[in-house]
């Protein structure tokens, strides 16, 4: 009997075709694999994620991957790999772009990023969960984020207002002479 292996939704983030979150790893053309090195998630490999907005960066490239040999793991949403290569760049003509509201938020900030007035309001952000994402570079303005998931615990420094929407908390400390 035939066994089927399914492949799951992994991704490369880059930044002129080099990796920005650390590493120095070269990528080759797309559908090339890269060489094998020993994974260990944070120190080598090839790192990919399941959850790329969360490590979005300002002028980042998003690509859809495929994994090979072992595997070293966070525990969450990122491993490091034996080897990899890319397989497609995702952009907003990427046939499956409807299911994924988390990475197109990332295509806004990465466009907002190379472009303060690139249009982005095919981002339909209503009803995206954005939570864990850090978005502090990103402009998002003009993009509709009605219904957009709101924390239950805010971060350290900010308040939730009656209406749920997060808010930096300000303090009224006057200082003592």
């Known amino acids: 009997m035939e066994t089927i292996r399914t492949l799951p939704l992994l991704f490369k983030i880059l930044v002129d075709g080099k990796p920005c979150h650390g ?25 990919l994620t399941s959850d790329p907005l969360k490590w979005w ?11 090979d040999g072992a595997i070293n793991g966070d525990g969450q949403d990122k491993a490091a790999f034996e ?7 995702i952009t907003w003509d990427w046939p499956y772009l409807c299911m994924f509201p988390r990475l ?4 806004a900030a990465s466009a907002r990023s190379k472009d ?18 850090d978005l502090s570079y990103a402009n998002l ?27 930096k908390e300000v303090t009224n400390d006057i200082p003592k002479s």
């Open 23 to 47: 590493g120095n790893g070269e990528y080759p053309p797309i559908g090339e694999w890269t060489e094998r090195v020993k994974p260990s998630c944070c120190g080598s490999g090839y790192h």
């Open 57 to 67: 960066v300002p002028l980042s490239t998003l690509w859809l991957a495929e994994s």
């Open 83 to 89: 080897r990899v290569r890319l397989i497609e760049q």
């Open 104 to 107: 197109r938020a990332f295509l």
């Open 116 to 133: 303060t007035k690139a249009d982005i309001t095919r981002a339909e952000l209503s009803g995206a969960n954005l939570s864990g994402a």
């Open 141 to 167: 303005s003009g993009a509709d984020l009605s219904g957009a998931h709101r924390p239950i615990n805010p971060p350290t420094g900010y308040l939730v207002d009656q209406c749920g929407y997060l808010i």
